[in-house]
C-alpha cells in the first residue's frame, strides 16, 4: 500500500514494522512499529509521526502560523540550531518556522503542545511566555530573583504582594502582576502599523537590535512584525506616551525614539528648528 503525503515529493509505502536500525526523519527515534519509507530517498518516519503531523499549524506560544519546514539546517532565517520554546538543538530533518518570517523554529512536538490552563491556587503553570512549566516562587527565595519583565527585584516594595513564577533552569522568573499584563500581541502600534507579536527569543546568536532605542535585544522576550523584520524591546513596545505637562520624557507617533526635554538649547546649536513648523526653537517655550 502507498499513500502520497505533503511531507515528501515521493509516494511512501506502508512497512508493517520498521527497521530498528533506521532513524524517524520527523521525531529523530528508531524505527518501531508501522512505519512508512521512501526507499530510494532512504527516507522513513512512524505512521503515528505521519498521522500527526500537518502542513501547517497554529502554536499555543506564538501567534502567527507555523509551517513545516524540511531539511532544518539548511533553513534560509535559521540563525541557529535552538528551538524557540524548549531551547534545545533541532536534530531532525524537519521543524516549524513562522509562515511569517519571524526567524521563529520549533521542534515539531514542541509546536503541538497545548497551554496548560491554571487557576490562582496552582504551584506549577504553564505561559505563553516561556515554554518550561513556571513554578511559584517561595517568599524566602524572591530577594534572589529579578524579574524578566519589569526588571526589579521580585522582593521590591513596589511588589512584595504579588506572587512570582519562575524556570529555575533558564533563570526566568515573573510577577504574577506582569504576567497579567503581558499582551500576546499590540495592534496600532505608535510607531508601527503591522501587528507585533510577543516572542520568547532564546537565539543566543541573536544580534537583533531594538528599532525604538537601537540597543542590542538580548535573547529573552520582544515584539515583532516579521513581515517588516521590526523588533522591539517589551519596555520600548509597551512604553506609554506621556501627556503631562511636567514630563521630562514622552513617546510621540512622529518618532521612534523617547523624545527628552531639552534644557539647554545650546547643546543642539544655536539655530535648532522644530521638525513640524521650521522655527528656529527659543526659550521659554518647551522643546523636545
Not at 520498521?18 to 530517498?41: A, F, Q
Not at 501587528?195 to 542590542?216: M, N, P, Q, V, W
Request: hydrophobic letters at 30%; charged letters at 20%.
Amino acid at each position: 500500500m502507498e499513500i502520497q503525503h505533503f511531507i515528501h515529493k515521493h509516494p511512501l509505502s506502508f512497512i508493517k514494522e520498521g527497521n530498528r536500525m533506521k532513524r524517524c526523519n520527523v521525531c529523530w527515534t528508531y524505527l518501531s512499529g508501522p512505519t512508512y519509507g521512501c526507499e530510494p530517498c532512504k527516507y522513513f518516519l512512524h505512521k503515528s509521526c505521519l498521522d500527526e503531523f500537518k502542513e501547517e499549524v497554529q502554536s499555543s506560544f506564538h501567534l502567527c502560523p507555523l509551517r513545516i519546514a524540511y531539511y532544518f539546517r539548511y533553513s534560509f532565517h535559521a540563525r541557529s540550531d535552538d528551538c524557540f520554546l524548549c531551547y534545545e538543538t533541532i536534530t531532525s530533518k524537519c521543524s516549524y518556522i513562522c509562515k511569517l518570517s519571524c526567524t521563529f523554529q520549533t521542534h515539531v512536538e514542541c509546536a503541538v503542545k497545548p497551554m496548560v490552563e491554571y487557576s490562582d491556587e496552582e504551584y506549577t503553570i504553564q505561559h505563553f511566555t516561556h515554554h518550561h512549566p513556571l513554578k511559584l516562587v517561595d517568599s524566602n527565595h524572591k530577594h534572589t530573583v529579578i524579574c524578566s519583565f519589569c526588571e526589579e527585584l521580585c522582593s521590591s516594595s513596589s511588589s512584595s504582594s504579588s506572587s512570582t513564577y519562575g524556570c529555575m533552569g533558564c533563570k526566568f522568573f515573573l510577577h504574577k502582576s506582569c504576567m497579567k499584563s503581558i499582551p500576546r500581541q499590540l495592534t496600532n502600534h505608535r510607531i508601527h502599523p503591522c501587528a507585533l507579536i510577543f516572542i520568547s527569543d532564546s537565539d543566543r546568536y541573536s544580534d537583533t537590535k531594538c528599532d525604538c532605542c537601537g540597543e542590542h535585544i538580548v535573547p529573552g522576550m520582544k515584539f515583532s512584525c516579521g513581515a517588516c523584520a521590526l523588533n522591539l524591546h517589551i519596555k520600548c513596545a509597551l512604553f506609554p506616551i506621556a501627556e503631562s505637562e511636567d514630563a521630562k520624557e514622552i513617546q510621540h507617533f512622529s518618532h521612534p525614539h523617547t523624545l527628552a526635554l531639552v534644557q539647554n538649547g545650546e547643546e543642539y546649536g544655536s539655530e535648532a528648528r522644530c521638525v513640524a513648523c521650521a522655527q528656529i526653537c527659543l526659550a521659554p517655550a518647551p522643546t523636545f
